[in-house]
């Protein structure tokens, strides 16, 4: 069925670049933004994500494109940068990303009382809401948005229905597939009759995306870790320009990968750690065979650990779908599994291979840097060589959905070092142009069985039949998943 599907999917947006080229392009050349044309040939997910808009509907879609890329020539918007923004617009902070809803999606707020209505600065503003989408799309490449409208405190001078017209248009048509919903807080009576009209404009495929909530229900929705204080929330974020708000990664407390000694005393810890969970379950005798086990892999030499490690690690890494960027293929591609609350958090594993001709320095971060342990945080991998990434939750810290890990990654000069403290200094002078980076999302599985995607002990005893049933079972039902009605 699942397989079905990707055929079905793979035939459609063959279809519609076909289309698009020959009865939309050919004549009109300078219609759209050549990096749009060409984006369009090369980037399946972003074909897909108008045909799903459009209910795969290739002749629905073909005008969504156009419209849209049209749209996306006339407001610049491959070519929109922090200078292409009034600087006052950036500051008063009306407008910026942080935080994440209870889904794991992130939080694009809009704050209405700093917008007033005054067609002189309208264009700007739209030009503010067009770079913060693609600076997201750009970076997450479909993954949505939770849209926060912030009513509160909001003046009748602060209605602007245009305005309003153009966010719902920009996930309707210009960035298809990126609305999760809509939050619309604290609205004042007033504007009862004019929200009515702003349903008619989503259209009915959308209308369930808007949910209307007071301080008492918005929690419904986002946490209060991500609310600020006026929404009954305990986030101590205020945003301040410049610099502009990151996507909230902050480097792991816990960094494992430039000290060496850190590295080898965590290894120790969790070795024990894993011997005494172990111990409370066995019998007297079958402990003492396993203390026994436990001292001779401590004595084990480092290339004896790494080959055993390898070895039982190629069943687990095959199944793991792939991301494929320019300097390093990352597996998983995009969210790292972890065990439920009822079966323990386990460890999970990134695997990062460098397919460059030369060193690429790498460092991971994360959203929660006070939950997880991450081994190696900081480090390199050499040509044609993988690297495992250990993370696992800190102190029996709970995994939440709304955690996020980065990994960045930059090409090295074949004479630079490779210990801290070149590395160090690589990350303070290497350009952010020349940076590749990567977001994964964490995601529970909510069962007491080991699957593929959880790193424990029995995991590696299991068949690799059996590890990539569980990881296609799981794969399959996430596939059909995609073609749900918006």
Known sequence: MA????????????????????????????????RDVERLQQDDNWVESYLFWRHHNVDETLKMLDESFQWRKEMSVNDLTESSIPRWLLEIGGIYLHGYDKEGNKLFW????????????????????????????????????????????TGINSIDMDFVRFIINCFKVYYPKYLSKM?????????????????SWLGPEAVSLLKFASKNEVQDYVSVEYLPPHMGGTDPFKYSYPPLVDDDFQTPLCENGPIASEDEASSKEDLESDGKETLET??????????????????TSKAEENEKVDSKMKAFKKPLSVFKGPLLHISPAEELYFGSTESGEKKTLIVLTNVTKNIVAFKVRTTAPEKYRVKPSNSSCDPGASVDIVVSPHGGLTVSAQDRFLIMAAEMEQSSGTGPAELTQFWKEVPRNKVMEHRLRCHIVESSKPTTLTLKDNAFNMSDKTSEDLYLQSANSSRESDFSTP
């Open 3 to 34: 397989e079905c599907h990707t055929q079905n999917k793979a035939k459609l947006v063959s279809e519609t670049r076909r289309r698009f080229e020959a009865d939309y392009v050919t004549d009109k050349s300078d219609k759209y933004d050549p």
């Open 110 to 153: 809009i704050r209405v009382k700093y917008h007033i209505k005054d067609h002189k600065t309208t264009l700007d503003k739209k030009k503010l809401i067009a770079f913060w989408l693609e600076r997201y799309a750009k970076r997450e490449n479909g993954k949505p948005v939770t849209v926060m409208f912030d009513l509160s405190e």
């Open 183 to 199: 939050v619309i807080f604290d609205m004042p009576w007033i504007m009862n009759a004019a929200f009515k009209i702003v349903k």
């Open 282 to 299: 066995i019998s007297s005798e079958e402990q003492t065979a396993l203390l026994k086990k436990i001292n001779v892999t401590e004595h």
